[in-house]
T-cell receptor, first 117, second 114 residues
Framework: AQKITQTQPGMFVQEKEAVTLDCTYD???????LFWYKQPSSGEMIFLIY??????QNATEGRYSLNFQKARKSANLVISASQLGDSAMYFC??????????????FGSGTQLTVLP | ETGVTQTPRHLVMGMTNKKSLKCEQH?????MYWYKQSAKKPLELMFV???????ENNSVPSRFSPECPNSSHLFLHLHTLQPEDSALYLC?????????????FGPGTRLLVL
């Protein structure tokens, strides 16, 4: 079974500053994918960034980057130059590349980010 | 329409009502999913469909009945629900249901059961 841990229930950041949202995971699978999603108060789950376990380089997508440390089983999301519109709940998730029911996407409990003007 | 759409966005129903949630994906994907998001709980996967065939049912009560007539449409039929079923119901799709595939979500249906 997979488990995702997000230890920061809430985070505050000043506008234009960078912020790191923590995510650790536990899995016995050798191959897996890691994802970050953003959920504004409207409810929609917006895909942000993906990291494959065999990718040697950290994923980047605009202002989002994923600090992937495989040995520590961590996949922290870094948001640079925060904007007011970044205020939302952020979820870390993972999915193994194995067969069977273990392929499902497992989510963490989320981090509520508030960007201050 | 683009991406994944869900209707209705909000739904209030009594415990004896029957209602249906609809999801449509415009991404050409083969797999579709239903998730439940309750307050203060992580997202829970309910059902997975691959090429219209149900491949996962995570011990969901029978008062929730999914239907997938084709790869683009997914329904969740609701009957005799309980107040604890009040939650945000999210639909998602991916190219295939294999692990590692990015899932794209709809805006969700906020359900309140009275």
């Amino acid at each position: 079974a997979q488990k995702i841990t997000q230890t920061q229930p809430g985070m505050f950041v000043q506008e234009k500053e960078a912020v790191t949202l923590d995510c650790t995971y536990d899995t016995s699978d050798q191959s897996y994918g890691l994802f970050w999603y953003k959920q504004p108060s409207s409810g929609e789950m917006i895909f942000l960034i993906y990291q494959g376990s065999y990718d040697e380089q950290n994923a980047t997508e605009g202002r989002y980057s994923l600090n992937f440390q495989k040995a520590r089983k961590s996949a922290n999301l870094v948001i640079s130059a925060s904007q007011l519109g970044d205020s939302a709940m952020y979820f870390c998730a993972m999915s193994p590349f194995s067969s069977g029911s273990a392929r499902q996407l497992t989510f963490g409990s989320g981090t509520q980010l508030t960007v201050l003007p | 329409e683009t991406g994944v759409t869900q209707t209705p966005r909000h739904l209030v129903m009594g415990m004896t009502n029957k209602k249906s949630l609809k999801c449509e994906q415009h991404l050409g994907h083969n797999a579709m999913y239903w998730y439940k998001q309750s307050a203060k709980k992580p997202l829970e996967l309910m059902f997975v469909y691959n090429f219209k065939e149900q491949t996962e049912n995570n011990s969901v009560p029978s008062r929730f009945s999914p239907e997938c007539p084709n790869s683009s449409h997914l329904f969740l039929h609701l009957h005799t629900l309980q107040p604890e079923d009040s939650a945000l119901y999210l639909c998602a799709s991916s190219q295939d249901p294999w692990g590692g595939e990015t899932q794209y979500f709809g805006p969700g249906t906020r359900l309140l059961v009275l």
